[in-house]
């Protein structure tokens, strides 16, 4: 039984092994793999495992051998599972590895956005403490997370462990889901709608799977029903964003803050207009990345592929 990785790269750039899946079958795996080259790469191969790289009908249909595809991550929509289901291939993704590893990272943004720690220490660097007339120095506002109210779109694994977060901060937490965990409750969660979560929030915070439904949800329309003010964080799909609502909300100062770990077109190809504000961090989908994330990932992606090869699958998103 063949295996193919179709882009193991940014799972394992040297720093882990695959030899978990040697066990279950002779693995191949490419570091990057380009839409003209899939076909020939999954050749007869059962089963795929997958990043960001595309399957869909075309992939299937020449693919006959193809019984499983894992993806390497919680999101799946790189992978049209519809069309898999059509042709009897399991779809499975990896829905808790990442879950303290991205949670911290939204703070991670948020500090960032509160207290400007990169640039003030720059700001050191280049000598204005030192010329500053006071014992301390800042140019840039400020904040206090305590008392504020962070908005959670998006109450799953991720969403939790960020409320926890925020509540060690002193936060008020709302959150928006179309499934309501009354445990979640219990913990002082109060969960609103949309457009009462987008009006109370100070911080809003995204962690929602991309759906055609939810594309461009943060949009210019959505945008005006938040606090002025408000900060926006997301570590979840660019394309929850219209960038360009986001970009013309920042530069008018609607919003104070924007931190994002994804854009609607990773990577970038070329220069994105909102590197160029001073009030929007960009890092390079980054949150998911830690070793001991990573690490976790690949134990679960193994066990997936075993599962199913023993006939229990288990994650399977087209059931």
Known sequence: MNIVVLD???LNPGDLTWDGFNGIGDIKVYDRTESKDIISRI????YVLTNKTHLGEKEFAACPNLKYVGVLA???NVVEVESAKKSGVVVTNIP???TTAVSQFVFALLLELCHHVGHHSQRVAEGAWATCPDFCFWDYPIMELYGKTIGIVGMGRIGHATSIIANGFGMKVLAYDTYINKDFE???IEYVSLDELLKQSDVVSLHSPLFKENTKMIN???I???KDGAILINTSRGPLIDEDDLYD????????GAALDVLTVEPPKGPNKLTTLDNCIVTPHIAWAPKESRKRLMDIAVENLKSFTAGAAVNCVNK
């Open 74 to 76: 919680t999101g799946y």
């Open 224 to 226: 005006a029903k938040m």
């Open 186 to 188: 219990k913990e002082g």
């Open 43 to 46: 050749g007869d191969a059962e």
């Open 249 to 256: 909300a920042l530069k008018s100062n609607k919003l104070a």
């Open 96 to 98: 808790t590895y990442g």
């Open 8 to 10: 193991g790269y940014t």
């Open 220 to 222: 210019k329309k959505n």
